[in-house]
Nanobody
Framework: VQLQAYGGGLVQAGGSLRLSCTVSGRTLTSYDMGWFRQAPGKEREFVAAIRRSGGITLYADSVKGRFTISRDNGKNTVYLQMDRPKPEDTAVYYC????????????????WGRGTLVTVSS
């Protein structure tokens, strides 16, 4: 299984940005999917996750109401729509895939993509 995250870049605070993560090697419907991020000098933290069925999503309190996770199984892609980002959202964002007992836990995921850098300017 390979994951490829892309769509990062520089965005102004209050703007919007959409990250994408494409899965290859297996169909997306096989996995729960998560987005995590890691800021300089900090540990990797949970951002959002979505169950295989797509019916259950979970968000970190810091992004709830601003970020939206979704999946397009036909395109084998999961998205993270970032609306009204803040400078503190600046980080490298990673997507992850697995059958996750706890979708907010980094340890639940075996498969990770390379990160994509998001920089939010004030």
């Amino acid at each position: 299984v390979q994951l490829q995250a892309y769509g990062g870049g520089l965005v102004q605070a209050g703007g919007s940005l959409r990250l994408s993560c494409t899965v290859s090697g297996r169909t997306l419907t096989s996995y729960d999917m998560g987005w995590f991020r890691q800021a300089p000098g900090k540990e990797r933290e949970f951002v959002a996750a979505i169950r295989r069925s797509g019916g259950i999503t979970l968000y970190a309190d810091s992004v709830k109401g601003r970020f939206t996770i979704s999946r397009d199984n036909g395109k084998n892609t999961v998205y993270l729509q970032m609306d009204r980002p803040k400078p503190e959202d600046t980080a490298v964002y990673y997507c992850a895939a697995d059958l996750a007992p706890q979708i907010s836990n980094t340890g639940s995921y075996r498969y990770w993509g390379r990160g994509t850098l998001v920089t939010v300017s004030s």
